[in-house]
């Protein structure tokens, strides 16, 4: 796959002229043919000309005709979805009852979650408390089975808090996957009573948005919610074609929202819990998994106490299958797909990768990162 994903963390009004480098400037004696997808903005889509003047500006080549710009144009993902449910009010009544039941699972397991997260967020508290020098980050499994017969109190404490630790930790991963198996289930139902697979207009109207996507030579996708950003892309089922843009060479640059989309799990912030101190990471949904091995967190510094070891090392051991890489409005992470390979390109910050021990390090520019955990 000869394709490339330059991510970035929450993309400010500099977001273009950064990433222009990357956007390649000319494709075999032609201007480069780059596609704007804002559907995370929702009803707002259309309001790209901010953007189309940065991507000129950074060189880009106009190519108008009948009114319209070949060189640089919008998927136009989230109108086309939202108009082809209301022009078949038989599948959008299916799509809203399978959403709403979707909503309902999530709202269950997100309670699951906050409990969980209680009870690790306790025992952390607790390990602090009595153990000096405790952290997440130095529990271990294997040291809760040693041979010694006698253990001092504080011994036998911290080997139960750390058994408690990890059971919580587990539980966490085990409703993860549960909440997105109980997704599939309820996307295969859509499919189901719908027959949306074999639906002539569905068909045409995803082979007309194909088109668009391989047309491209660089892809933009922006920030703004998520679950609007998903949303056509899902219904659609428009990730064999991104996949298969990415196989002939294609940029794609995705910044908040649309970084969180390609990889294989959209992990949000909850920024509106009441109490500061029971916010939490919550597992939002599947991506489309255009990514696998890393799990990118944007809004870094806003959203991570990035200075506090046991949030860190929390993190991390929920997302184990994954490098937990944090990013800020100046953090670019370059994954060259034929390889694989991540780098560190962003000039004026840089990539924060979390261990399970808590420990944060962070790639300068140029800095290659690890991929095999």
Known sequence: MRGRILFNGNGGSE??????????????????????????????????????SALYAAGVAPDVQAGHDRNVFNLCAWHTWTEFLQRRPDVAAVYREI????????????????????????????????????????????????????QRGSELFERALGRELVASIDALVE???????????????????????LDPEWREVRARLEERI??????????????????????????????????????????????????????VYDAHASDPLTRDFQLLDR???????????????DRIQTDDGDNLAYLARRFSQRICAGLNEESYLLIELEGPTATSVGERDGVYVFGEDGVKTCYRSGERI????
């Open 287 to 301: 991506g489309l998994g255009l990514v696998g091995g890393i799990q990118i967190l944007p809004h870094c510094m």
């Open 370 to 373: 690890s991929l095999e955990g």
């Open 214 to 267: 391989l047309s491209a030579d660089a892809l933009l996708f922006f920030g703004g919610s998520p679950t609007k950003l998903l949303a056509p892309f899902r219904f659609f089922d428009l990730a064999p074609a991104l996949l298969e843009s990415l196989r002939r060479g294609a940029t794609f640059v995705a910044s908040s929202a649309g970084a969180l989309v390609l990889c294989e799990r959209m992990i």
């Open 99 to 150: 959403e709403s039941v979707t909503e309902a699972l999530r709202s269950m397991y997100l309670e699951k979650t906050a409990f969980h997260a209680d009870l690790i967020r306790r025992a952390a508290r607790a390990g602090r408390e009595r153990l000096a020098g405790f952290s997440i980050g130095r529990v271990r499994s294997r040291d809760f089975v040693r041979p010694e017969s006698v």
């Open 15 to 52: 977001l273009v002229s950064r990433a222009a480098p990357y956007v390649r400037p000319a494709v075999a004696g032609r201007s480069a043919k780059v596609m704007m997808v804002t559907a995370a903005w929702g009803p707002g889509e259309y309001n790209e000309a901010p953007v189309r």
């Open 175 to 197: 409703n993860d996957a549960r909440m997105l198996e109980a997704f599939s289930d309820a996307e295969l139902q859509l499919l189901a009573r719908t027959g949306l697979r």
